[in-house]
């Protein structure tokens, strides 16, 4: 059993981030939070962190690419010849087994290097590939919803399987790999984007993941470009959520990556049928698609989540993907007519996005995503820089922020287990 003491930060709400100093944590064997208690740090067990120690719910990723691990920071390309230059090549590499899985092993160590305990990830073409990086988050302790990317058309012939062929191979991939590692790890349905897909794949994943209860991912309103290319492919289509709605792809367990170009409508076919939308901040800037209007987002009430989308996205370090989001609303509001009636979110906000907010836009909100007792032990001690302790409560959240970065990371638990690269 370990003891985590520090303060503790505890984003309660999107407008509520608490701070408890003093506080000691209690994991229990079962890999849960048994107690969080403050006012003296405790002995007992095997005791991490202490003074000037931070205890911070684990970090999750909602929407990042396997397979472009390494290929993060390859700047000057547009969406689409960025596609075509970077990530159908970074694809490719994933037919060979050997380089899948070391690919996987590096994914983890970066992953857990920077705080991140969760991710929702999309994975290669290759069933033999997406159960091989199954295999190593099994291994290696990683909380993961991961699935095999789906594409039968408008994409390279030897990334594209027929409709039949992958949903059977997504399916033996669900049964073997959803639920794994004591509930830790999910099966994801994966449709790559609307223009990749023909309506026999799409009604297939609908079947399947209501058949085994998973998650669908998917790319929605990435670009302009995209749209146009999706009316072009589906005439008889608004626009890609209007296709996925009719298609039953959205509902509360389906997460559409980007959003960037949602309007209004869309916004509001989104909320209604309580899908949710990651919001990719460094990625859309990356790839100059656009800066998504996450207000707008949520006042219509969509439940949003952060991913770093990587490769898309060159900054697998989940705070400064928050502190992106932030600033990104900044730019929209310099814009805004008038200006006053943009309302930035907060720092608190931020931590709540990739916390308990992402964990409620994955329909995990009650396990993962606090310190608090009954929930799944994801923990990081963080070594923060001293003088934060000295400022006002709001002030420590905003600064811890914008400040914190992974040589600050002490240690990192998932499932009440130490875990390392």
Known sequence: MHTLNGTVLQPRSADTCDVIANASVQLN????????TSGKASTSGDAVGGEGCWILPGFIDAHLHVSQWDRRGL??????????????PAEQRMAD?????DLAERFVAGMITNGTTTVAAFGSPFATATDRVFDVFARRGLRAIYGMVLNDMNWPDALCVPADEALDQSRELAVKWHGAGDGRLQYAFSPRMATCCSETLLHGVVALAEMIDCHIFT?????????????????????????????????????????????????RQVAGK?????????????????????????????????????????????????????????????H??????????????????????????LNMGDRIGAIESGYEADCLVVRPEPWIADLPTEQQVSALLYTLRPQQIEHVFIAGRRVGV
């Open 336 to 361: 805004a007519v008038p200006r006053r009636s943009y309302p930035v979110p907060t720092p608190a906000e931020g931590w709540w996005l990739l916390t308990r907010g992402a964990a409620e836009a």
């Open 97 to 101: 087994l050997d380089f899948a899985g």
């Open 274 to 334: 309580q899908a949710s939308v990651v919001h990719c901040p460094t990625a859309n800037l990356f790839l100059e698609s656009g800066l998504m209007d996450y207000v707008s987002h949520r006042k219509a009430g969509i439940r949003i989540a952060l991913g770093s989308s990587i490769a898309a996205g060159p900054e697998p370090f989940m705070p400064q993907v928050a502190v992106a989001a932030l600033q990104t609303a900044k730019a929209l509001k310099v």
């Open 75 to 88: 700047d000057g390309s547009s969406l689409f010849d960025w596609l075509e230059t970077i990530v159908h």
């Open 29 to 36: 064997d079962d890999g849960k939070i048994a107690e969080v």
């Open 219 to 267: 790319h929605v309103a990435e670009s302009s470009d995209q749209e146009d290319q999706v009316r072009d492919r589906f005439p008889d289509y608004i626009d890609d959520v209007d296709l996925f709605d009719d298609m039953g792809l959205l509902g509360p367990r389906t997460l559409l990556g980007h959003g960037v170009c949602l309007s209004d409508s869309q916004r």
